[in-house]
């Protein structure tokens, strides 16, 4: 069965630090893009960071550039997030996700991570940054 399974979410003090990481299960071979998403309470659900896992391009919300780390290891196969300098505006659900083809290209062209590009999604993990 093929599936995302996020790990390492929890709560931190305002300026912490987190790292999740997200396992491809099941996966013959890690996917061509990946994401990681957060959606706060009454708020929609937004792209934080993306990769092209083929060279690493990478792409990041404005709000998080500088912050944020995005990575991956093909072998294991596993997507990473480091969160450095969080504040409580970083707070929620955090998701990890395969891009399809469409939403790779969009991605690749305009940076752009949309949840309409989005195949399949993890079950979340949840981070909590308190003042």
């Known amino acids: 069965q093929v599936q995302l399974v996020e790990s390492g979410g929890g709560s931190v003090q305002t300026g912490g630090s987190l790292r999740l990481s997200c396992a491809a299960s099941?996966?013959?071979?890690?996917?061509?893009?990946m994401a990681w998403f957060r959606q706060a309470p009454g708020k929609e659900r937004e792209g934080v960071a993306g990769?092209?896992?083929?060279?690493?391009?990478?792409s990041y919300a404005d709000s998080v550039k500088g912050r944020f780390t995005i990575s991956r290891d093909n072998a294991k196969p596993t997507l990473y997030l480091q969160m450095n300098s969080l504040n409580p505006e970083d707070s929620g659900m955090y998701y990890c996700?395969?891009?399809?083809?469409?939403?790779?290209?969009?991605?690749?062209?305009?940076?752009?991570?949309?949840?309409?590009?989005?195949?399949?999604w993890g079950q979340g993990t949840l981070v909590t940054v308190s003042s």
């Open positions: 996700a395969e891009i399809g083809w469409s939403g790779c290209i969009d991605l690749l062209r305009s940076r752009q991570i949309m949840t309409t590009g989005v195949d399949r």
């Open positions: 099941g996966y013959s071979r890690i996917p061509d893009c």
């Open positions: 990769i092209y896992t083929g060279d690493g391009t990478t």
